[in-house]
């Protein structure tokens, strides 16, 4: 079941950061560089989320 969760955020940051890039006009390196940076950025973010409310969960609700 953590598989399928991971290849969710997996899925969305690729498509959020595919999202803020493709209206770039900067040349494909930076591109790819800037593409990377976002990917990351969300990745982290999603995980950060899905932790905090899993800790919120297992503090209050269990």
Known sequence: MVIVYLLGVLL??????WWIIRRKVEEKPVK?????GYFWLFTFGQLLLFTLLYFIYQRFYS
């Open 12 to 17: 969305i940051s690729t498509g959020c950061s």
């Open 32 to 36: 790819v560089m800037m593409f990377v």
